[in-house]
């Protein structure tokens, strides 16, 4: 099927991880989605509008630059009868994908599409399941920068044969990881290769296609974690939603995703934000706004913007997440869903940067002590500290911040350099 040796050469590595030579993927993608804003209710005014309000709010000048249409663009109605091909919704998009692309390219920043695995989007429009060559050359002819592909209306021949537990990782981290394992004849056997899965290879037809279009197309994975996707997900795309769990697989070129932010959205408290945006960026996700910027508040505006947190996300130098290192009101390493993990840390080229969370319902007292830190090194107990909402310096510290936190709030420090306290 490839006749070019580039292209073959490039598959061959793309089986170790989905490297492109041009570095997109490298770091995982800054942008916004249309989905948790407008649902299937969108346009291209309301597309535009938002590239628009991406340069005037500041997102593009702080590195955001991806401008998502999710699910429902297409034509309800099919693909054209005889060439097969996907139609963009002509009330919807009368400058059609193409026109609404070269608009938003001319303000400098990219454009992202959505389609589904299967033999529908989520909202029952054209999916691409026996179409990936087709519509990846529509995309790469639209001038489509970033794919994103569901796990809708899988057909009966594409099911996996084993549906539930990941035994390896259930037997290092317990059993809350999809399902207790042994249970069901379901369940796949120990040491089952899940890149042999047909999830896998619904995934890997759509990566092969969108890597033989002359341009590249960020491949974002959103098969919901399933079928083990931190086993083969480097391989096929750049970043993959994750079912939940703490276990950051994440690394330069592949990234966990832990769905669209919320910020903006619903009943999330100003502190709520805070921490949602914090987690999201510490534990390098890639940050799709899913908002009306129009009526965004300032103060969301600047969470978002939050400048030791993107640069933390967007480290050139250290591909890790943060992790947790003590979890605070429950015992360490315990799972609850409710009462996650609350001191983090993670590694960067400003500094450490270290987060403790008040997950109760009332404010509470959060201490972070440099000697518990897993990254910072032991000889020292003082340290140059900012904080990074207020972008304050906090001077030399030592050993550690002691500080009241609001219910569901995340405080947040960059630690630097070893220090003599005055
Ligand atoms: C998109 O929707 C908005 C709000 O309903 C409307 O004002 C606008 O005219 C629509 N644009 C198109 C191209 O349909
Ligand atoms: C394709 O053909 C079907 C059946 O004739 C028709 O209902 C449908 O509208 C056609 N679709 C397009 C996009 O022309
Ligand atoms: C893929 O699906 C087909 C059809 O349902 C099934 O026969 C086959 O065993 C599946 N393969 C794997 C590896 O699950
Ligand atoms: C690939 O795209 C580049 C940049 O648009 C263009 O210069 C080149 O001619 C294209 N190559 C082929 C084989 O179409
Ligand atoms: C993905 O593959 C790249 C390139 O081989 C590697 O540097 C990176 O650590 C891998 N990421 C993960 C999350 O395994
Ligand atoms: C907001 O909170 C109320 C009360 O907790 C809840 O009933 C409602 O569903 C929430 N709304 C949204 C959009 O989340
Ligand atoms: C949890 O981890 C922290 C940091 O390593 C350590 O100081 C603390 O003693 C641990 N607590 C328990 C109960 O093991
Ligand atoms: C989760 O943690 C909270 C706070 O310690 C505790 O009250 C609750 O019982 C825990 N839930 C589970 C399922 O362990």
Redesign the pocket.
């Known amino acids: 099927m490839y006749t070019s040796i580039s292209l073959a050469a490039l598959l061959v590595r793309a089986v170790a991880a989905l490297v492109l030579e041009d570095g997109v993927g490298k770091l995982h993608a800054l942008g916004w989605n249309s989905w948790n804003a407008f649902g299937c209710n969108i346009n291209e005014t309301k597309v535009i509008a938002a590239a628009n309000q991406m340069i005037a709010l500041g997102f593009k000048d702080v590195g955001y630059e991806y401008v998502n249409i999710d699910d429902c663009w297409a034509a309800k109605t099919g693909r054209d009868n005889s060439t097969g091909q996907i139609i963009p919704d002509p009330a919807k998009f009368p400058s059609g994908i193409k026109g609404v692309a070269d608009r938003i390219h001319a303000l400098g920043l990219k454009v992202g599409i959505y389609g589904s695995a299967g033999t529908q989007t989520c909202g029952g429009y054209p999916a691409q399941i026996g179409h990936e060559q087709l519509d990846a050359a529509a995309f790469a002819a639209w001038g489509i920068d970033y794919f994103k592909y569901d796990n809708c209306y899988v057909p009966d021949g594409w099911i996996d044969t084993y549906t539930a537990c990941v035994p390896d990782q259930w037997q290092k981290y317990g059993p809350y990881v999809n399902g207790p394992c042994g249970v069901s004849a379901s369940d796949a056997p120990i040491g089952y290769d899940w890149a042999s899965s047909n999830t896998s290879h619904r995934y890997n037809i759509m990566r092969d296609a969108l890597l033989a279009q002359n341009r590249t197309i960020l491949y974002s994975l959103c098969e919901w974690g399933q079928a083990n996707v931190q086993q083969w997900g480097n391989a096929t795309g750049s970043s993959w939603r994750i079912s939940g769990g703490i276990n950051p697989y994440v690394n330069f070129w592949g990234h966990n995703d832990a769905d669209m932010l919320e910020v903006g959205n619903g009943n999330l408290t100003l502190a709520e934000t805070r921490s949602h945006f914090a987690f999201w960026a510490a534990m390098k996700s890639p940050l799709i706004i899913g908002t009306t910027l129009e009526s965004l508040p300032d103060t969301h505006v600047n969470i978002l913007k939050n400048k030791y947190l993107l640069s933390f996300s967007q480290d050139q130098v250290h591909g890790a997440p943060a992790i947790p290192y003590k979890w605070g ?2 015992p360490n390493w ?6 996650p993990a609350e001191y983090w840390s993670g590694k960067s080229t400003r500094g450490i940067l270290t987060l403790a969370l008040n ?2 319902d009332t404010s509470a007292t959060r201490e972070i002590l440099w000697g518990e830190i897993p990254h910072l090194d032991t000889d020292s107990d003082a340290f140059m500290t900012t904080d990074i909402w207020t972008g304050k310096s906090l001077g030399c510290r030592k050993g550690g911040i002691k500080t009241v936190v609001q219910s569901h709030d995340t405080v947040g420090y960059l630690i630097g350099e070893k220090c003599t306290p005055g």
Not at 334 to 339: D, E, I, L, P, V
Request: glycine share 10%; net charge neutral.
């Open positions: 009101t429950n315990t799972f609850n869903a409710t009462h997950g109760l």
